[in-house]
Antibody
Framework: QVQLVESGGGVVQPGRSLRLSCAAS????????MHWVRQAPGKGLEWVAV????????YYADSVKGRFTISRDNSKNTLSLQMNSLRAEDTAVYYC????????????????????WGQGALVAVSS | EIVMTQSPATLSLSPGERATLSCRAS??????LAWYQQKPGQAPRLLIY???TRATDIPARFSGSGSGTDFTLTISSLEPEDFAVYYC???????????FGGGTKVEIK
């Protein structure tokens, strides 16, 4: 069965960096785009970033552009999110999520939905 | 940026009743809309995509409808496990933009 397990969350001071990882199993990781989605405490969901199945295409929400970097290692079935210059407003549970589109050379890289989610990693930015 | 607005914010119903949740987009998203269910302390779960297609293993009591700017999630007869928060989400392929509504909480009356 599909499993996504995030790690690397914690408490960090404003301006510092943190790296999240997501270990994937139960599916052909290198054929699916992957996303990060976050949820501030008691708030709604916010999409953060997407990366295509092969890592060649990536895109970010305006709120994190220039500070966060999404990457993947298909040899290790791992998705990562490098978060730099963290701010208090970045405090949230961060979920990795699979895009349901199975790459088939049709020219598309993702569907833009999220069909499987990890359990989330809490990132708290506080002095 | 497309803004998604959900109503009502809270819906108080009893088990067995019908739930009707609304989602409105600030501009047309065609049928590019999904619905998710989230229970406390859990990750969201995909219920509906492309406005009306049920995701894998989602019970038939969940149905979605609408296109353009107005969408509805209907739960035909609420089960105890259906009391949760529901989010709609639109997708724009390029440039990529995936935005969620603020959520509707379905609570036990």
């Amino acid at each position: 069965q599909v499993q996504l397990v995030e790690s690397g969350g914690g408490v960090v001071q404003p301006g510092r960096s943190l790296r999240l990882s997501c270990a994937a199993s139960g599916f052909t990781f290198n054929m699916y785009a992957m996303h990060w989605v976050r949820q501030a405490p008691g708030k709604g969901l916010e999409w953060v970033a997407v990366m295509s199945h092969d890592g060649t295409n990536k895109y970010y929400a305006d709120s994190v552009k220039g500070r966060f970097t999404i990457s993947r290692d298909n040899s290790k079935n791992t998705l990562s999110l490098q978060m730099n210059s963290l701010r208090a407003e970045d405090t949230a549970v961060y979920y990795c999520a699979r895009d349901p589109y199975y790459f088939d050379s049709s020219g598309y890289y993702w569907e833009g939905y999220f069909d499987y989610w990890g359990q989330g990693a809490l990132v708290a930015v506080s002095s | 940026e497309i803004v998604m607005t959900q109503s009502p914010a809270t819906l108080s119903l009893s088990p067995g009743e019908r739930a009707t949740l609304s989602c409105r987009a600030s501009q047309s998203v065609s049928s590019s809309l999904a619905w998710y269910q989230q229970k406390p302390g859990q990750a969201p779960r995909l219920l509906i995509y492309d406005a009306s297609t049920r995701a894998t293993d989602i019970p038939a009591r969940f149905s979605g409808s609408g296109s353009g700017t107005d969408f509805t999630l209907t739960i035909s007869s609420l089960e105890p496990e259906d009391f949760a928060v529901y989010y709609c989400q639109q997708r724009s392929y390029w440039p990529p933009a995936f935005t969620f509504g603020g959520g509707t909480k379905v609570e036990i009356k």
